[in-house]
């Protein structure tokens, strides 16, 4: 059972927006920062969005961040195929004193 | 850029111990910290602990003290991640992952997977 809550799943066909979400409590998302990783299985997981809606240099602006209260949500545009991975948001929790990651959602583009 | 490199694949009997390094390039050894992150077989992200780079100091998650540690040899610029007392649940592949203060965890290691078996 994760502290971070996503769905396991989500889907969309090429071309259409895909939103994935996170929600957590007072003591992770509703004091600290949100991060977004993506995992091709078998592979390391990247960091797509950080701070709530900042992306490293080579991140595609088609990803973008937002949080509201003790949710956040990860939107990908445009979907396309090599967007079928896995993402797991994070974020610090000090009432557990560790980072905290979402469960994970797989995302298959149609 | 930081690029961060791991050591191979280990494998282990239940009760013994394990180091895995994870040697960084283009460090400036300020401001940073450095985490490590597991993944059992089939199964999300599972923070370990964190080391601050520069001052060398340590926090664990509590579900590992007393079985993990992290320590840094600054002259190789290589983290060492030794978790003792292995248990068949311990079987995941290892990441590093490099934090500059105020970002997210990037980059990452490639992972080590460590096999726990009788």
């Known amino acids: 059972q994760s502290v971070l809550t996503q769905p396991p799943s989500a889907s969309g066909t090429p071309g259409q927006t895909v939103t994935i979400s996170c929600s957590g409590s007072?003591?992770?998302?509703?004091?600290?920062?949100v991060n977004w990783y993506q995992q091709i299985p078998g592979t390391a997981p990247r960091l797509l969005i950080y701070i709530h809606g900042q992306r490293p240099s080579g991140v595609s602006d088609r990803f973008s961040g937002s949080k509201s209260g003790t949710s956040a949500s990860l939107a990908i545009s445009g979907l396309q195929p090599e967007d079928e991975a896995d993402y797991y948001c994070?974020?610090?929790?000090?009432?557990?004193?560790?980072?905290?990651f979402g469960g994970g959602t797989k995302l298959t583009v149609l | 850029q930081v690029q961060l490199v791991q050591s191979g694949t280990e494998v282990k009997k239940p009760g013994a111990s394990v180091k895995i390094s994870c040697q960084a390039s283009?460090?400036?050894?300020?401001?940073?910290?450095l985490h490590w992150v597991r993944q059992a077989p089939g199964h999300g992200l599972e923070w370990m602990g964190i080391l601050d780079v520069g001052g060398g100091s340590t926090t664990y998650a509590q579900k590992l003290q007393g079985r993990v540690s992290l320590t840094r040899d600054t002259s190789t610029r290589t983290f060492y991640m030794e978790l003792s007392s292995l248990r068949d649940e311990d079987t995941a592949v290892y990441f590093c992952a490099s934090q500059e203060a105020g970002r997210g965890f990037d980059p990452w290691g490639q992972g080590t997977l460590v096999s726990v078996a009788s």
């Open positions: 994070a974020s610090w929790d000090d009432s557990l004193n560790i980072w905290v």
């Open positions: 007072s003591s992770n998302i509703g004091s600290y920062a």
């Open positions: 283009g460090y400036s050894f300020s401001n940073y910290f």
